[in-house]
């Protein structure tokens, strides 16, 4: 079984903060992904990774940083928390290839309340 | 921009009925489709995948996938109250996954 972890279920910092988020799968997939997910919004991708130390925006980049020095981990670091960053966040893996290794498995997210 | 639509519902069904859940897309470069489900509070988890024009059966959930129309469709046969919950369509895009917004189901007893 696919296995993605999430570091913290709830959060609460305040605005000016710098916050790290961090997930870990333990099944060697190639891709990770950090999203936001708001009521009405849906899911919103904020940056992908497809390979250790390379990233990609999402579409929504603004006020977020990431890191993966290692094939497992994938960190989202908040420079200076907002409150408007306050939301659900969602971690994802996939192995990496076409076709059904495109399935994503999700972490348990992290609800971020910042005050 | 490469969307993925979905009615937000609430389709609310009987105990008992099929429930028929539709997504279209806008990306004709997507090769795979994918169904979740998430429960209020909790992640998404994958039901199936579907890449192939046609049926694709599991259990009581059933993928369809029409690609000239862009069109995919979840259904569930013989809904029960623990179906009720949020489900995603997805389509792939290169290395991500665009995401519908979801429908809302709600299968009353």
């Known amino acids: 079984d696919v296995k993605v972890t999430q570091s913290s279920r709830y959060l609460v910092k305040r605005t000016g903060e710098k916050v790290f988020l961090e997930c870990v799968q333990d099944?060697?997939?190639?891709?990770m992904f950090w999203y936001r997910q708001d009521p009405g919004l849906g899911l919103r991708l904020i940056y992908f990774?497809?390979?250790?130390?390379?990233?990609e925006k999402g579409d929504i980049p603004e006020g977020y940083s990431v890191s993966r020095e290692k094939k497992e981990r994938f960190s989202l670091i908040l420079e200076s928390a907002s409150t408007n960053q306050t939301s659900m966040y969602l971690c994802?893996?996939?192995?990496?290839?076409?076709?059904?290794?495109?399935?994503?498995?999700f972490g348990p997210g992290t609800r971020l309340t910042v005050l | 921009q490469k969307e993925v639509e979905q009615n937000s519902g609430p389709l609310s069904v009987p105990e008992g009925a099929i429930a028929s859940l539709n997504c279209t897309y806008s990306?004709?470069?997507?090769?795979?489709f994918f169904w979740y489900r998430q429960y209020s509070g909790k992640s998404p988890e994958l039901i199936m995948f579907?890449?192939?024009?046609g049926d694709k059966e599991d259990g009581r959930f059933t993928a369809q996938l029409n690609k000239a129309s862009q069109y995919v469709s979840l259904l569930i046969r013989d809904s029960q109250p623990s179906d009720s919950a949020t489900y995603l369509c997805?389509?792939?895009?290169?290395?991500?996954?665009?995401f519908g917004k979801g429908t809302s189901l709600l299968v009353t007893p």
């Open positions: 994802a893996s996939s192995f990496g290839q076409s076709g059904s290794s495109d399935t994503q498995y």
């Open positions: 099944m060697d997939h190639e891709n």
């Open positions: 990774s497809y390979d250790v130390k390379m990233k």
């Open positions: 990306d004709r470069g997507s090769q795979s």
């Open positions: 579907i890449y192939s024009n």
């Open positions: 997805a389509a792939s895009s290169r290395y991500a996954l665009n």
